[in-house]
């Protein structure tokens, strides 16, 4: 018997008004509008209560990569949960979904990472690396490390550690954030420059504001580097090639830990496993989560290096960390259901080789609009940036809500991308095909009309 009543629209939209408070919202402007009810969704697509259809360009929010309505994920949960639907793996227990996930991530990552510890989201994965970070130097002796550095609009998460290492001023202005110990440097943000050095100087320049933020300190009281090696979030922003090799040198020659936040980029959203192993990196940690289980149950996690993780299990003693769902049975088992699709399917290397060249050539020709000043996109995660002039360079006033306008034609034409801004972005599924690129191409041209006609109005 189906758990959920079935209500009409006002019905939801009034329930929903009166109970229910949402993640990152207004809600003043909310209950203006009223929510719009999703009910189901199949492929790429998602459909509301009334039966409309949208093409889901953000693959829910960056996760559902193996697309919608896949049975062997249903399965998968539905068979552990009939198994064993909960138990944790405190107090020296363990269970089979856990480490098989455990040893199936190891399989497909870099060669310092052979453990992993579980956690329900990225914000806890963020959490349990602080944790861990400042745990590692001090059993080596230097409490003094303890200085985590990170950029401004990057975004890792939503708890307190996490929104401290997340780089966005209005999360820090609500609630007395950053806490102690997490500082801000340049983002690798070439467009959002007034773009007088080549990307190529501008990506060195950023990296080394990195620098120049440890030697302010002191290097001897940094602990650790974080990055997106793309930010997503903040607009899906693509360093320029020189920047992610000499964010290496500089965390190699003084030592730090350096961290890729693959909440985004893990799982193959840039046709390689990890964003790590796209730009070439050899991080200390990797935090995951959304595309692990293609969002199908929340889980997170964290890779740990070798070197770190020597050092917690030989030095550490108990390490007072955890949570109730770390390894949570049935999201492991969909995790790795959802590894074996992806392996299966050839859908990372489909991202790499396929669907992602072709729907990076119809991305870029949208820069031909007069609206757009650039269009950008590796593997699957794209930004179009919304110009008043293309030549020279003109942005919008923020007033004229230029990214939302677009945003919103965007969805009443069937196509669900996100603004950041001025800044449209899009990360669709793995199982994207060539007719429904052009259906997305072609959704994006008008609505850019839409937008056009809009602010000329
Ligand atoms: N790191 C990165 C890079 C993320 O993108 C998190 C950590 C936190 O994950 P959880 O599972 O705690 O949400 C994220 C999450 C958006 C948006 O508007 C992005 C995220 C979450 C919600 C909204 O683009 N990313």
Redesign the pocket.
């Known amino acids: 018997m189906a758990a959920i009543e079935k209500r009409s629209r006002h019905e939801w939209q009034e329930l929903d008004k009166e109970h229910h408070l949402h ?2 919202t207004n809600h003043k402007e909310l209950h203006k509008k009223r929510s719009r009810i999703i009910t189901r969704a199949d492929g790429v697509y998602i459909y509301d209560i009334d039966g409309n259809r949208f093409l889901d360009g953000m693959s829910g ?2 996760c559902v990569n193996a697309g919608y309505g896949r049975d062997e994920l249903v399965d998968a949960a539905t068979q552990q949960m009939h198994e064993l639907p909960y138990y944790n793996n405190f107090f020296q227990c363990s269970h089979p979904p856990a480490i098989e996930l455990a040893a199936a991530l190891e399989e497909i990552s870099q060669p310092q990472f052979r453990r992993v510890f579980f956690a329900g ?6 959490d349990t690396i602080v944790r861990m970070v400042r745990t590692y130097w001090d059993l080596l002796g230097q409490p003094q490390r303890h200085t985590i550095i990170s950029r401004k609009n990057a ?5 307190v550690a ?1 929104a401290s290492l997340s780089g966005m001023k209005p999360m820090h202005r609500q609630s007395g954030l950053p806490i102690p110990g997490i500082v801000h440097v340049e983002q690798p943000y070439w467009f959002g420059s007034d773009r007088s050095m080549s990307p190529g100087k501008f990506g060195v320049a950023a990296a080394r504001s990195i620098e120049d933020k440890i030697n302010e300190i002191g290097s001897d009281k940094v602990a650790a580097f974080i990055g ?1 090696p793309i930010q ?2 903040g607009g899906v922003i693509i360093p320029p090639a020189s920047y992610w090799p000499e964010v290496q040198r500089i965390c190699d020659e003084y030592g730090i830990l350096l961290i890729s ?1 693959e ?2 980029t893990g799982f193959g959203r840039l046709g390689e496993w990890f964003g790590a192993d796209y730009f070439g990196i050899r991080p200390d940690f990797m ?1 995951f ?2 595309g692990v289980t293609s969002g199908y149950l ?1 889980l ?1 996690g964290v890779f740990i290096s070798d070197r770190v993780a020597d050092v917690l299990i030989d030095k550490g003693g108990e390490f007072f960390h955890g949570y109730t769902y770390s390894g949570h049975p049935a999201a492991c088992a969909v995790a790795l259901a959802n590894v074996r699709l992806l392996q299966r399917e050839g859908l990372i290397e489909r991202v790499r080789d396929d669907i992602g060249p072709y729907l990076q050539k119809g991305w870029q020709s949208l820069a031909e609009h007069p609206l757009v000043g650039e269009a950008r996109m590796t593997g699957l995660m794209g930004a179009l940036e919304l110009v008043r002039s293309k030549q020279p360079v003109e942005r919008f006033d923020e007033k004229q809500g230029a990214g939302t306008i677009c945003r919103d034609a965007l969805i009443d034409n069937g196509l669900v991308l ?1 603004a ?1 801004g001025d800044t449209i ?1 899009c990360a669709p599924p793995f199982t994207l095909t060539h007719e429904e690129a052009d259906e997305l191409i072609g959704i994006a041209w008008k609505c850019l009309d839409l937008t056009q006609q809009a602010l000329d109005a």
Not at 155 to 159: I, R
């Open positions: 993640p990152f929010l960056w989201s990225g914000s806890e994965s963020n975004y890792h998460g939503s708890t996490a997106e997503g979030a936040d909440v985004i935090p989560a959304k929340p997170g996100r950041v972005i």
